[in-house]
């Protein structure tokens, strides 16, 4: 094996020729001291040409063996003479002869200039203007790490960077050319100049370069990680990459980017393509003549952005997996699988064992049109016998029963309409209630041009009675969550001023203005809130509803980061007993999904006083570490962790929300060490912190059907089967988890993660501040809070379809997506695949990709629709 002995330096053959190139090169280093300008010129080039040959004897080593185990001969030979050469350089004229000496010298202090001196780049600068590439990898590595601090220095001291930046042009054509994009990046964030990398980025490298800057932001501080997007986002649109160009806009929450792609774009598929990622994202967006000419086509795109598919293809999916089936609660119950006690639990309280069961009722058959309790064709009974189901609920629990018809028939309003119409003329108020709420969950995630949920609900506003006019509130919230709609704005903002409204009506106005402006920063509606919040008296200040109000408020500022300072120095001013509440509560929501570690560290601070037990401000201050943390992996395994130690050490108002943070952190993604955590803490000694364990098993679980947390609450349900509140939660939880038949998510993420949809993730943040108290809202008369996850639940599919919009079955692979980012060549992106036909299930982490060449997806994120055209270059195999 010469080759490596070579490389030891145990082949002695070599001693002789080593010997003569080591007396050459003392020769060489004796004549550039000569005073003859001829020598020295002839001994700068050899040496030059022998430290050639030392790259490319560097090159060699560094392609044959990863660690370098062996210091090239001229580089090895020169070290020596590092000193006297730079002595030399010092003393001669300037000359290009000088110039070349500055070139080895460069190279030479690469392992020979001491720490923090940055020779190497001093001798670069000083040397000639050659290309930087040939010296090797290693060298422009050094020389880019060498700049980053000089550019650090000379921005402190304003000093001139123009030499610089000449030398970062070479380092990131040299880069870019060499699949370093990652390396290139960093060097323009640290020089502060990316705009530099649009130029050099090709057809070849832009797709990489662009998943490392948006996988990076996330990382980066403000205003940083908005900079690098906006980069991402001009590379993409110059290569015409349009639906990553349409995420991008949507993560920054740039409206004139989405149109600005419109009219760009003249692909009318395309325009569909990008319609439908629009309607995931749940956003209000109208399309005008500008991006759209035909009048036709345009109403098309608009239905789709107004996702009005969204029904058509759930029950795609539905029939084609089989589950049209309506299931009852009994058959979620599984009670025959529990043995012993408690497998007869009906008797315990039958009114509040039947409320449950028309949750879980709801739950398991949202959006499949029919049901066994609410749905049921009259004329099987005498009497109509979902009327008669209605009826076995108590007072407010028909409310519950009559909204539960609304979940049923989920995004299908024309029918939803209709058979919600037959309570409206009930006259019974909870019913009513109920019937209005049911139609604004109908409406939930579906628009339409003819407002059917406004024109309903808005009479009910101004009702006498206050159930009335919450399930028509909650109903407009639910309807047009995001959707900044004037006219709601109008019909409700009066009714916070209202000095004869009650307290909850207040409350759920505040909530509905909260998700109809969600992340919208509006400043009359936030000034609405604070004034009703200033306007409650002392004794209604320390009522669980109340926080309602500050959650409202925190609602308009959703992901809006700096913009919610204002308003929070003006919560500073509240009543005692509400102002730190509502600071914790504004703060968790505007960084929420941000993954801002200060604040996150802002959080645990606030969790680790120890309090005596009025207080409730450490309840949204844990549900804040989940909120920030939950944008990235790595911030949530560390949540993950550090909510850990909460439980360990602190009081009972911290502990209650622990089970609900790390609900939030795994919604609908069950971890095996989470759910383990939540089934030791649904058995704790405290109820309040059971309870939430429960709710929070059934968030972690919530429509995937998943076996073990099944069984972990039909055991739960035999364990506390004399106790009706706790069996309560263990009857939601079981509804939850089988959501949707195991079709539906309810995680606010989508688009592989990387966007995140604000209603979705509003409604959960309603739904788990009210779990904070338990006891006054969930278990009292406002259950209904519960269809506050409405806004947030999604089928968890791939539907593919054709160019008419029709499905269309073709092989996927599904399998866990692995993160590429930076690799090298090209990697598989996911790991231990099935091949299924679509229609396909995508749990949390899957990812899917085409199996077939015959098709090409007009979205490279296969979730949802996808719209495949024909592959112009397929050719079958015979």
């Known amino acids: 094996m010469p080759h490596e002995q070579n490389i030891l330096g145990l082949n002695f053959t070599n001693s002789e020729e080593d010997l003569a190139l080591k007396?050459?090169?003392?020769?060489?280093?004796?004549?550039?001291?000569?005073?003859?300008?001829?020598?020295?010129?002839?001994?700068?080039?050899?040496?030059?040409?022998?430290?050639?040959?030392?790259?490319?004897a560097w090159q060699e080593i560094r392609t044959s063996t990863s660690s370098m185990t062996s210091v090239p001969k001229p580089l090895k030979f020169l070290r020596p003479h590092y000193g006297t050469l730079q002595t030399h350089y010092e003393k001669m004229a300037e000359s290009d002869l000088k110039k070349l000496l500055a070139d080895i010298l460069s190279v030479l202090a690469l392992t020979m200039s001491p720490?923090?001196?940055?020779?190497?780049?001093?001798?670069?600068?000083?040397?000639?203007?050659?290309?930087?590439?040939?010296?090797?990898?290693?060298?422009?590595?050094?020389?880019?790490?060498?700049?980053?601090?000089?550019?650090?220095?000379?921005?402190?001291?304003?000093?001139?960077?123009?030499?610089?930046?000449?030398?970062?042009?070479?380092?990131?054509?040299?880069?870019?050319?060499?699949?370093?994009?990652?390396?290139?990046?960093?060097?323009?964030?640290?020089?502060?100049?990316l705009d530099l990398l649009v130029e050099h980025v090709d057809s070849?490298?832009?797709?990489?370069?662009?998943?490392?800057?948006?996988?990076?932001?996330?990382?980066?501080?403000?205003?940083?990680?908005?900079?690098?997007?906006?980069?991402?986002?001009?590379?993409?649109?110059?290569?015409?990459?349009y639906p990553r160009a349409l995420q991008i806009a949507l993560y920054l929450d740039n409206m004139q980017y989405v149109k600005q792609l419109f009219t760009t774009c003249n692909?009318?598929?395309?325009?569909?393509?990008?319609?439908?990622?629009?309607?995931?994202?749940?956003?209000?967006?109208?399309?005008?003549?500008?991006?759209?000419?035909?009048?036709?086509?345009?109403?098309?795109?608009?239905?789709?952005?107004?996702?009005?598919?969204?029904?058509?293809?759930?029950?795609?999916?539905?029939?084609?997996?089989?589950?049209?089936?309506?299931?009852?609660?009994e058959d979620i119950y599984k009670a025959h699988l529990i043995d012993g006690r408690g497998s007869g639990g009906g008797t315990v309280d039958s009114a509040r064992q039947n409320l449950a069961a028309t949750f879980v009722n709801a739950f398991v058959n949202a959006g499949f049109g029919q049901d066994k309790l609410m749905t049921v064709p009259s004329e099987a009974s005498s009497g109509s016998s979902s009327t008669s189901w209605l009826f076995k609920n108590k007072e407010h629990g028909k409310a519950s029963a009559a909204a539960s018809l609304g979940m049923i028939l989920l995004w299908d309003v024309d029918s939803g309409l209709a058979q919600l119409d037959k309570y409206f003329h009930s006259t019974d108020t909870h019913v009513i209630s109920g019937a209005l709420l049911g139609v604004g969950i109908v409406n939930c995630g579906v628009k339409n041009d003819c407002d059917p949920a406004l024109a309903l609900l808005a009479e009910y506003v101004d009702k006498e009675d206050s159930s009335t006019r919450i399930g028509a509130i909650m109903g407009l919230g639910l309807a047009y969550a995001g959707s900044q709609n004037e006219q709601i704005r109008s019909k409700l903002m009066p009714l916070l001023g209202d000095g004869k409204s009650s307290l909850d009506v207040i409350a759920f106005t505040a909530i509905s203005l909260g998700l109809v402006y969600v992340g919208s920063c509006n400043e009359e509606v936030a000034q609405a809130i604070i004034f009703a919040l200033m306007d409650r008296s002392e004794a209604e200040m320390g009522e669980p509803l109340t926080r309602f109000l500050s959650?409202?408020?925190?609602?308009?500022?959703?992901?809006?980061?700096?913009?919610?300072?204002?308003?929070?120095?003006?919560?500073?001013?509240?009543?005692?007993?509400?102002?730190?509440?509502?600071?914790?509560?504004?703060?968790?929501?505007?960084?929420?999904?941000?993954?801002?570690?200060?604040?996150?560290?802002?959080?645990?601070?606030?969790?680790?006083?120890?309090?005596?037990k009025g207080e409730t401000f450490q309840g949204p201050a844990v549900l804040g570490i989940a909120m920030v943390a939950?944008?990235?992996?790595?911030?949530?395994?560390?949540?993950?962790?550090?909510?850990?130690?909460?439980?360990?050490?602190?009081?009972?108002?911290?502990?209650?929300?622990?089970?609900?943070?790390?609900?939030?952190?795994?919604?609908?993604?069950?971890?095996?060490?989470?759910m383990d955590t939540l089934s030791r803490l649904s058995h704790d000694a405290d109820t309040e912190v059971a309870m939430a364990a429960i709710i929070s098993l059934g968030l972690i679980g919530a429509g995937t059907n998943n076996a073990r947390i099944a069984g972990m609450l039909r055991n739960l349900s035999s364990y506390y089967y004399k106790d009706a509140s706790l069996l309560f939660c263990v009857r939601i939880a079981q509804g939850l988890v089988h959501l949707g038949k195991g079709l539906m998510t309810l995680s606010p993420y989508h688009s592989e993660r990387f966007l995140m949809s604000p209603t979705a993730l509003a409604g959960l943040v309603t739904l788990l501040h009210a779990c904070l108290d338990?006891?006054?809202?969930?278990?009292?008369?406002?259950?209904?809070?519960?269809?506050?996850?409405?806004?947030?639940?999604?089928?968890?599919?791939?539907?593919?379809?054709?160019?008419n919009l029709k499905p269309l079955s073709v092989p996927v692979r599904v399998g866990q997506a692995v993160d590429v980012v930076g690799q090298a060549g090209r990697p598989k992106t996911i790991t231990g695949f099935q091949t299924h036909s679509t229609?396909?299930?995508?749990?949390?982490?899957?990812?899917?990709?085409?199996?077939?060449?015959?098709?090409?997806?007009?979205?490279?994120?296969?979730?949802g629709f996808v719209i495949l055209k024909e592959n112009p270059d397929y050719r079958e195999d015979n």
């Open 267 to 329: 692909d009318i598929q395309k325009k569909r393509q990008f319609c439908f990622i629009l309607a995931r994202q749940g956003i209000t967006f109208e399309l005008d003549e500008e991006m759209c000419a035909e009048d036709e086509e345009r109403e098309a795109l608009q239905e789709i952005i107004n996702n009005t598919k969204l029904s058509e293809g759930y029950l795609t999916l539905a029939r084609d997996i089989e589950v049209m089936e309506p299931k009852s609660p």
């Open 774 to 803: 338990m006891k006054a809202i969930i278990l009292g008369k406002y259950h209904y809070v519960l269809y506050f996850l409405v806004l947030a639940m999604q089928p968890r599919m791939l539907l593919t379809v054709d160019e």
């Open 115 to 193: 720490e923090g001196e940055r020779a190497s780049l001093k001798y670069r600068l000083l040397g000639s203007d050659g290309d930087i590439g040939s010296w090797g990898h290693e060298y422009v590595r050094n020389l880019a790490g060498e700049i980053s601090q000089e550019y650090a220095k000379r921005q402190s001291e304003e000093a001139p960077i123009d030499d610089l930046m000449e030398l970062v042009v070479q380092i990131v054509a040299f880069h870019m050319k060499h699949n370093a994009e990652p390396e290139a990046v960093d060097l323009l964030m640290e020089v502060e100049d």
């Open 839 to 863: 229609p396909v299930l995508l749990s949390a982490g899957d990812r899917a990709e085409l199996a077939t060449e015959k098709y090409i997806p007009l979205s490279p994120i296969l979730e």
């Open 23 to 56: 007396q050459q090169l003392e020769l060489y280093v004796e004549r550039v001291q000569d005073s003859d300008p001829g020598l020295q010129k002839v001994a700068l080039e050899s040496m030059r040409s022998c430290t050639f040959e030392l790259v490319e």
């Open 204 to 241: 070849a490298n832009y797709k990489r370069t662009c998943l490392y800057l948006t996988s990076s932001a996330k990382y980066l501080p403000g205003p940083d990680d908005m900079l690098v997007l906006d980069i991402a986002h001009t590379i993409y649109m110059k290569f015409e990459e």
């Open 551 to 612: 959650l409202g408020l925190g609602l308009l500022y959703l992901g809006k980061q700096e913009s919610v300072e204002a308003t929070a120095e003006v919560s500073k001013t509240f009543n005692e007993k509400i102002r730190k509440h509502c600071d914790m509560t504004l703060l968790s929501c505007a960084y929420a999904g941000t993954g801002n570690v200060l604040k996150v560290q802002h959080f645990l601070g606030q969790c680790a006083q120890h309090l005596e």
């Open 630 to 674: 939950m944008a990235e992996e790595l911030g949530l395994d560390m949540a993950i962790r550090s909510l850990e130690h909460l439980l360990q050490y602190g009081e009972q108002n911290i502990r209650k929300a622990v089970p609900l943070a790390l609900g939030l952190l795994c919604i609908s993604n069950p971890k095996v060490n989470v």
